[in-house]
């Protein structure tokens, strides 16, 4: 009897386990993908970037002799037990989740799909360490990442394995939904047409991004990686937050150019475990999502009115502080920002302006292509100073003289802003046919004052974050 693989956000064929012991047994495998409540929630790019990767995706198993069966409900446990019914398949596999939500899904589904004699089982590969098999010494879960890092880095790392060669079909394919039917990008009121040109789909992307990276980039990677402008990151949170790509995969390739004798590839090691603390963070306090991590700071008096103009500005980029606007139009064009810049904006949004994190957070979580609840919810944290391991609530990114020491030719100011630019380029431009018309910017508006200026926001923060008795 047929095995249904339920994909979710591991959109591969190689290094899959759970498609690996699937094909391994020889029976059918039927590949579905299900657009449940937790799907509708996401936000508005994520959600486009998601159904862009699906419609990928079903060709890539269209090539291997397969199909992407396609089913809506609410309740994805519904539409799997009625699959089940249809298909006759006797077992239902998929790749881990390890957000609260899915989670909570997730363990009422096997639960539900065994008592009616299915064999419903769960696999890694995700993330290269389940988040509940580091511990400290004591037994607990760690807070600060350098002891996460020294604790994981000589684990080993499972090899990834190859794409199977077929992927074997049932005699009879379930009925499906068609993607277009679903709308996913409907929330995209930015223009899509513009965004889709900086999109990189799929896991051939994915292995030539990371190929490219390890050959030309890795090598200098950490002086490169904090310079905007720079083609000097591996761009692969796109691809990972899908799965197009696993960690394990990366993992080995930093591995392979750290014994080449390639100078940054040890740091690019550290950034993937970065991520892999993310997870650990929001496995052992699910709270980081969406309350402070340490909670006084939820009595801070932070800015909250989504109405607010400063706060548009913001999201606009027209704060009038040259690094966050652009890096906010980069957001807004690309569906990702640098490193450095988000670090930049989150600073400036959090601590100049005052205003709660969350408000941020989820402006990402509607623009970004590579949200990652975990990671959002840590950098944002982290740079409001609540979080676990968070700066400390005195360091207040300077924008000006970030531009200085990162920006200092001008080039990422240069490609992402029009106003106040004389001949602004194809990057600073797509930004006005990517906005809503109700947004009424034009190129040649004249570039605003800043809305906080950086010495006044910069004492009122440190005042306000210094008061311990807010
Ligand atoms: P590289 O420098 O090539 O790093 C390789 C990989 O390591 C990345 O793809 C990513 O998976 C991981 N990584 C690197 N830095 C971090 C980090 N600080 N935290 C967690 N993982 C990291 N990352 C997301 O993937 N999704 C998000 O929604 C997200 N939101 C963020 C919000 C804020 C406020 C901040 C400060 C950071 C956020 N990050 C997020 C982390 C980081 O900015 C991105 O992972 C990185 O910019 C992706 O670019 P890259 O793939 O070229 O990274």
Not at 264 to 290: C, N, Q, S
Request: proline share 6%; aromatic share 12%; glycine share 8%.
């Amino acid at each position: 009897s047929p095995i249904i693989l339920w994909f979710r956000r591991d959109l591969r064929l190689s290094d899959h386990a759970a498609l690996t012991a699937a094909c391994s047994t020889a029976r059918p495998v039927i590949p579905v993908f299900i657009h449940d409540g937790l799907v509708e929630e996401l936000g508005a790019a994520p959600k486009w970037r998601l159904g862009l990767g699906l419609a990928h995706f079903a060709d890539s198993l269209r090539e291997k002799g397969s199909r992407l069966i396609l089913r809506a409900g609410p309740k994805a446990l519904t539409e799997l037990q009625e699959l089940v019914k249809q298909t006759g398949a006797s077992a239902v596999y998929w790749t881990r989740a390890y957000d609260p939500a899915s989670k909570a899904r997730d363990t009422a589904i096997k639960d539900a799909l065994r008592l009616d004699g299915i064999d419903a089982r769960s696999f890694g590969g995700h993330l290269m360490f389940e988040p509940w098999t580091v511990e400290t010494k004591t037994g607990g879960y760690y807070k600060v990442y350098t002891p996460f890092w020294n604790a994981v880095k000589g684990r080993g790392v499972d090899t990834p394995h190859a794409a199977p060669g077929k992927i074997p079909a049932p005699d009879d394919w379930p009925a499906s939904d068609t993607l277009d039917d679903w709308q996913m990008g409907a929330a995209m009121n930015r223009g899509s047409e513009v965004v889709r040109d900086y999109v990189q789909l799929g896991e051939d992307a994915a292995q030539a991004r990371l190929a490219h990276f390890c050959d030309e980039i890795i090598a200098n990677y950490k002086s490169l990686r904090d310079i905007p402008a720079a083609d000097g990151t591996s761009n692969l949170s796109e691809n990972l937050t899908y799965g197009e790509i696993s960690p394990h995969q990366c993992w080995h390739a930093g591995v392979r150019a750290m014994e080449e004798g390639k100078a940054g590839a040890e740091h690019f090691l550290k950034e993937l475990v970065w991520r892999e603390f993310a997870y650990h963070l929001m496995h052992h306090t699910p709270h980081i999502l969406d309350t402070s991590w340490r909670k006084e700071w939820e009595a801070f008096p932070w800015k909250k009115d989504q109405r607010d103009a400063d706060i548009w500005a913001w999201k606009k980029g027209r704060t009038g502080i040259h690094f966050v606007d652009a890096a906010m139009r980069e957001l807004y064009v690309t569906g990702t920002m640098h490193n450095r810049s988000r670090m930049i904006v989150a600073s400036y949004l959090t601590k100049h302006m005052m205003t709660d994190w969350r408000v941020g957070q989820k402006w990402f979580e509607d623009c970004l292509i590579d949200w990652d609840p975990a990671s959002n919810a840590m950098g944002w944290q982290w740079t409001a100073g609540s979080g676990p391991d968070a700066s400390p609530y005195f360091r207040v990114f300077n924008p000006a003289t970030q531009l200085d020491k990162f920006d200092a030719d001008g080039a990422y100011v240069n490609r992402w802003l029009a106003e106040g630019c004389e001949n602004p380029g194809r990057d600073a431009l797509a930004f006005f046919d990517a906005m809503p018309r109700h947004w009424r910017l034009a190129p040649d508006d004249p570039y605003p004052d800043p809305i906080v200026a950086l010495d006044e926001g910069r004492k009122r923060a440190l005042a306000a974050y210094g008061d311990r008795d807010f």
